[in-house]
């Protein structure tokens, strides 16, 4: 199982007041996901995935949450708390078609 780091996202428009992330990436090394395929990854204990806070180099483990009226979706847990750290990275450099 390989230990990912995201450090970029891509996201359409908003939609219905909220953000909706589409793909995760890191230029670095070269790769840009769906979050179906990190939500697959994830469930299947193939990889793990997290981001660093930039200000203070803390890392959160990135992990699914599945509400009951929406598809899966990522989100960061650190010390105990999901939080929306993901929303916080740099856009990706590649288009969604990459």
Do not use: E
Not at 14 to 33: E, F, S, Y
Not at 54 to 76: E, F, I, M, Q, W
Request: glycine share 8%.
């Amino acid at each position: 199982m390989a230990d990912v780091r995201i450090t970029c996202i891509l996201k359409p428009h908003q939609q219905g007041g909220h953000d909706h992330i589409t793909h995760v990436g890191n230029p670095a090394g070269n790769w840009m996901w769906t979050v179906a395929q990190v939500v697959n990854s994830i469930d299947t204990k193939t990889n793990t995935f997290f981001v660093t806070d930039p200000a203070s180099g803390k890392r959160a483990d990135v992990g699914v949450v599945r509400p009951s009226n929406h598809a899966p979706y990522l989100r960061t847990y650190a010390d105990g708390v999901w939080n929306d750290n993901l929303l916080s990275l740099t856009s990706c450099p590649w288009s969604a078609a990459a």
